[in-house]
């Protein structure tokens, strides 16, 4: 991933998968936008991957961005993957084995608006999958009498603020944290936090003047490290596992897969199992697309072939029959394994599924 160092250590580690959630308008597109779009003007090439649903931002990057909140030689974990489709809805049916297919979520709160109905809903989601999320308090440049600081930590901007700015943000913070508090969340502005475990970490963001971004991410990549490595640690060579986002049809390969592969490795030509609406569906990967970058209107081709992809990342899979996939399933490379073996796990998988789906109602 980088070149700084490459230990076998860092190759099996994956990226940690991070969500985004919270009330319509609180921020959730704006703030992935301003994440994508501060990476790719950090300069290089390659400064962010755009995958099929997923954006994956490398440590490098993530680092450039955050400045000294996020110093390289610190991590070994190589980067983030962002989901693109922001909300709980898409969050409540991307599952992994055993849990949400988030290892981490952002849940974005408008300091103005404070806690509203999808909040509340985004709050029970997280609790019940038991996932790690922290705090977005967004839109901080509406506080009046703002003097916004382009792209600044928040304790630098904060500093360059007025008293009576301070004091109104600070008030519009301490409802959010009363908020959480009524939840059974406690919960402190992030710097204070000793532990993330117990204690929810609110980081002041705008995802206008990027604001706080780089302790957004600095959190994020912090958390990672600190609480998943373990998580993390996977056998990339391994047989694939991913969720399906969405099913779709494209113009010349038919209805196509759009998955999350959240381990091990996925090649073109494998035999793959997919939960589908009545049984498994048994096929054989016919392409693995991604998009291609800047793709151009007027041309066809939207997609770049690849020969393999390795977890944590987002893929088109073309195959044979797949018109009764259905969004949330799971998808696994059978690789040497048994077939009959893979389809009872992904048997298995969608009852669970189904189960949690008719508690939800
Ligand atoms: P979503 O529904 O949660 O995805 O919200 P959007 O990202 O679409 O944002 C809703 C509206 O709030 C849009 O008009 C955004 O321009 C605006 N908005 C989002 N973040 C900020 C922010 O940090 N500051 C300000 N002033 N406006 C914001």
Do not use: C
Request: glycine share 10%.
């Amino acid at each position: 991933m980088s070149d700084t160092d490459s230990t076998s250590q860092s190759d099996t580690l994956r990226t940690p998968i991070v969500a985004v959630l919270g009330h319509v308008d609180h921020g959730k597109t704006s703030l992935l936008d301003k994440i994508r779009g501060s990476a790719v003007s950090e300069g290089e090439a390659g400064a962010i991957t755009q995958h099929i649903g997923a954006t994956a931002v490398p440590l490098d990057t993530v680092s450039q961005m955050a400045g000294s909140l996020v110093k390289p030689e610190d991590f070994d974990l190589p980067g983030l993957l962002f989901i693109d489709t922001p909300g709980h809805h898409s969050f409540s049916t991307l599952r992994s084995r055993g849990g949400a297919l988030a290892d981490i979520a952002i849940l974005v709160v408008d300091v103005n608006d404070s806690f509203q109905p999808q909040t509340e809903e985004a709050i029970d989601i997280l609790k019940r999958t038991g996932t790690p999320f922290i705090v977005a308090a967004n839109k901080i440049d509406t506080t009046p009498g703002w003097n916004p600081q382009e792209g600044a930590p928040i304790q630098k901007t904060y500093e360059e603020q007025s008293q009576r700015a301070r004091s109104k943000l600070d008030e519009k913070l301490y409802e959010i944290i009363g908020e959480l508090s009524d939840r059974g969340f406690s919960s402190d502005f992030y710097w204070r936090v000793q532990n993330f475990q117990s204690n929810i970490g609110v980081v002041p963001v705008s995802a206008l003047t990027g604001e706080g971004i780089p302790d957004l991410l600095g959190v994020l990549m912090g958390l990672s490290q600190r609480y998943m490595k373990d998580e993390m640690a996977i056998d990339v060579a391994g047989p694939g596992s991913g969720t399906v986002l969405e099913v779709k049809e494209e113009r010349g390969f038919g209805a196509t897969l759009d998955v999350v592969l959240y381990d091990g490795t996925i090649r073109a030509g494998d035999t793959v199992v997919v939960g589908g609406a009545n049984d498994p569906i048994v096929t054989e990967v016919r392409a693995l697309l991604q998009p291609r970058p800047n793709a151009e209107i007027r041309t066809e081709k939207r997609f770049d072939k690849v020969e393999e992809v390795r977890a944590a990342a987002g893929v088109k899979i073309a195959a044979p029959d797949l018109e009764d996939a259905m969004a949330g399933a799971p998808v696994r490379v059978v690789g040497d394994r048994d077939l009959d073996e893979v389809v009872r796990e992904v048997e298995a998988e969608l009852a669970d599924i189904e189960v949690t789906t008719e508690e939800e109602g």
